[in-house]
């Protein structure tokens, strides 16, 4: 059982108050893209087995989106930040690498 | 090896069972094969056996990090259909359903296949429709289907809860050449019988990296050396991705938690197998008599083999609501498995960028069932560079937009 805590409204709370969206951060490709950039935004996941950046929602609370870091073998959870970024903040990679020693973030775009 | 048969029970109770040879050999690994399989799962060892049984090919080792048939092969709830809607896919599933027939006998391990009938219950008038136009899908393909009503529903498994307040049952979707089989036995059956034919089953080898060369597959690096191949396949389900780094791509996959569960073992009181999609679980009796329950899969990313309460929850609440006289029951084990899901909820049978490196996953929550059919056609993948069974299954697909799309058809894990 997770639990999380919405950088919207402060609550924390069990999973089952929450909605997975899938990976965080993927870039996004509009009409004129290529069928292999389609491909990648639409359907290819990092899946790792460690770190994984997702897209969460408070479904049963202040209904908002937000971003959350998460071990996917230990269900550790590193932390949760705003909807409103591209890329997790630079703390939050700094108190993951310190847990995770050898882990990069290569693959972030 | 000896041959199992029932001269040779008789032999060995008088001689106090001292002549049993072991069922598979444990070499060390050689140097070099021309073909490796990585993962001991149904679908590596069914791939083995069928690369040296209808392709002569036998120079193979299958690596196994842990023990042969602990992934999701020794984890399912063992249901075996092939009632899908789209062609592609039931001519895989069904290729499957008919080489469990005979499974046994051509082995030579009782893989217990029972045809005891799959019954997906219609509870809403949209899955009714959707059963029906299954079933007709199913009377093209040649598979044997019939949408029954509540009656027959009743007759076959009458401790169904025909009309319960929330979702009474309008009928169902019978396939009664459907049922189960005992996994553990499809795994050790495979094993036994690919290393009567000389393959190497190497288990406690986990692969650590996939070495090329010029953008072609060499061999790969294991937990016990490295080994040469000229050909790799990857049958690894929920770790699919993981393997998909070592070689350099990225697969349409995520990977998570699937849960099952049984209860004590109670006297027979149902001899079908019963799905109820619509509340999401489903249910059979096994031979020792324990209820054997499944039901959802968690809704992130997971690596952890456990899975979350509450699906438990909702699963035993479906059920409950299904089957009333379960109410009292006590569970006695629940376990996870690590399942891979793809878009489209069709798997991934194909070649992938890295040449001469194949790979067979995305069979998600109900590949059990397919394991025969799936090593059949994967092994032909592998050894001519194209098979019927595995041609719409390609990698290529979620590029050019020709999905195998079953999510509809099997709206619940199993
Ligand atoms: C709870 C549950 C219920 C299910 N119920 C049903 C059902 O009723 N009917 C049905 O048809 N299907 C069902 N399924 C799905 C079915 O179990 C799977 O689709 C199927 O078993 C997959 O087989 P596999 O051989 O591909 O994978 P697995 O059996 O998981 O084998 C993969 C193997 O690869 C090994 N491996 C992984 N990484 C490495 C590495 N780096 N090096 C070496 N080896 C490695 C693993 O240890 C594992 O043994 C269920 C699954 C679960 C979890
Ligand atoms: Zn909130």
């Known amino acids: ?109 | 090896m000896k041959r199992y048969s029932a001269f040779a029970i008789a032999r060995e109770a008088l001689r106090h069972h001292s002549g049993w040879d072991r069922a598979w050999a444990a070499p060390a690994p050689k140097k070099r094969y021309d073909v490796i399989i990585v993962g001991a799962g149904g679908h590596g060892l069914a791939t083995a056996y069928y690369l040296g049984k209808n392709h002569g090919i036998t120079n193979v080792a299958v690596l196994e990090k842990g023990w042969l048939g602990g992934g999701n092969t020794g984890r399912n709830t063992t249901i075996i259909r092939s009632n899908y809607l789209q062609d592609s896919s039931s001519a895989i599933y069904e290729k499957a359903r008919s080489l469990y027939e005979t499974l046994s006998q051509d082995l030579n391990y009782n893989v217990m296949f029972s045809p005891r009938g799959v019954m997906m219950l219609a509870q809403t008038e949209h899955e009714k429709r959707g059963y029906l136009r299954t079933a007709h899908a199913n009377a093209l393909q040649g598979v044997e289907t019939e949408f029954v009503g509540p009656d027959r529903v009743r007759q076959l498994c009458p401790i169904i809860n025909i009309d319960g307040p929330r979702y009474p049952v309008l009928g169902a979707l019978w396939q009664p050449r459907g049922g189960t089989a005992r996994h553990d036995a499809v795994a050790w059956g495979y094993a036994r019988a690919c290393s009567a034919m000389g393959i190497d089953i190497i288990q406690q080898c986990e692969v650590t990296g996939v070495r090329s060369e010029g953008g072609k597959v060499t061999g790969v690096e294991t937990s016990k050396g490295a080994i040469d191949c000229a050909k790799l396949g990857m049958v690894v389900a929920g770790h699919s991705g993981v393997l998909a780094e070592m070689a350099g791509f990225r697969l349409p996959i995520e990977s998570v938690a699937l849960q099952a569960l049984v209860s004590e073992p109670i006297k027979p009181c149902m001899d079908v197998v019963v799905m109820a999609n619509t509340v999401h679980g489903y249910m059979s009796q096994s031979d020792k008599g324990e209820m054997v329950i499944g039901g959802g899969a968690d809704g992130y990313n997971n690596y952890t083999q456990r899975g979350s309460f509450h699906h438990i929850e909702e699963t035993v609440r479906a059920l409950v609501e299904t089957f009333p006289m379960i109410s009292r029951l006590k569970m006695l084990r629940q376990w996870g498995g690590i399942v891979d899901m793809t878009g489209d909820r069709s798997p991934i049978l194909s070649r992938t960028p890295l040449d001469g490196c194949f790979i067979n996953c995305g069979w998600g929550t109900g590949g059990f069932k397919a394991i025969p059919g799936s090593g059949w056609g994967f092994a032909e993948l592998m050894a001519t560079g194209a098979s019927p069974l595995t041609a719409e299954f390609g990698l290529e697909r979620f590029r050019e937009g020709r999905f195998v799309d079953e999510s509809v058809a099997a709206g619940v894990a199993h």
């Open chain 1, 1 to 109: 059982m997770l639990i999380l805590t919405c950088p919207c409204c402060g609550v924390s709370a069990e999973e089952t108050e929450f909605h997975c969206g899938g990976e965080a951060h993927l870039k996004r490709f509009g009409p004129d893209s290529s069928d292999s950039d389609f491909e990648t935004y639409l359907f290819q996941r990092q899946n790792p087995r460690g770190v994984h950046f997702e897209r969460w929602r408070h479904v049963n609370g202040c209904g908002k989106w937000f971003h959350a870091a998460r071990c996917t073998q230990t269900l550790e959870i590193f932390g949760t930040y705003p909807a409103q970024t591209t890329e997790p903040p630079q703390a939050l990679r700094d108190r993951i690498a310190e847990k995770r020693p050898g882990w990069t973030q290569e693959s972030v775009s």
